[in-house]
């Protein structure tokens, strides 16, 4: 993904190695179940993708939908799960899917 300056890197660590995700203080952080809150933002990814058909409105329905998961009771993920599986995607689409040479 493209950054501020509009660099893209190769890979998501800094001059230490550290993975961009662990960099966040609180990327372990756990969320109190709220079934409201969960429901808003599924709510707002069908909206996106209703008004949109784009695979670009696919896949931000599909980051809220990932983010409403942090408040559903006995769900076990993380905020960089939830990084890493959405930066994952987006590199696969980068490439032109998951078998580029095929066609």
Same mark, same amino acid.
């Given at each position: 993904?493209?950054?501020?300056?509009?660099?893209?890197?190769?890979?998501?660590?800094?001059?230490?190695?550290?993975?961009?995700?662990? *960099?966040?203080?609180?990327?372990?952080?756990?969320?109190?179940?709220?079934?409201?809150?969960?429901?808003?933002?599924?709510?707002?990814?069908?909206?996106?993708?209703?008004?949109?058909?784009?695979?670009?409105?696919?896949?931000?329905?599909?980051?809220?939908?990932?983010?409403?998961?942090?408040?559903?009771?006995?769900?076990?993920?993380?905020?960089?799960?939830?990084? *890493?599986?959405?930066?994952?995607?987006?590199?696969?689409?980068?490439?032109?899917?998951?078998?580029?040479?095929?066609?």
């Amino acid at each position: 993904m493209a950054g501020e300056d509009g660099e893209t890197g190769d890979d998501a660590s800094d001059e230490e190695g550290e993975t961009d995700w662990e *960099m966040a203080p609180d990327a372990e952080a756990t969320f109190p179940e709220d079934a409201e809150k969960r429901e808003v933002l599924r709510e707002v990814a069908d909206e996106i993708r209703g008004r949109d058909g784009s695979s670009e409105a696919s896949q931000i329905g599909a980051l809220l939908y990932r983010v409403s998961d942090l408040y559903k009771p006995g769900e076990e993920t993380s905020i960089p799960e939830i990084y *890493m599986n959405m930066r994952h995607i987006l590199e696969v689409r980068e490439q032109g899917g998951l078998n580029p040479d095929e066609e």
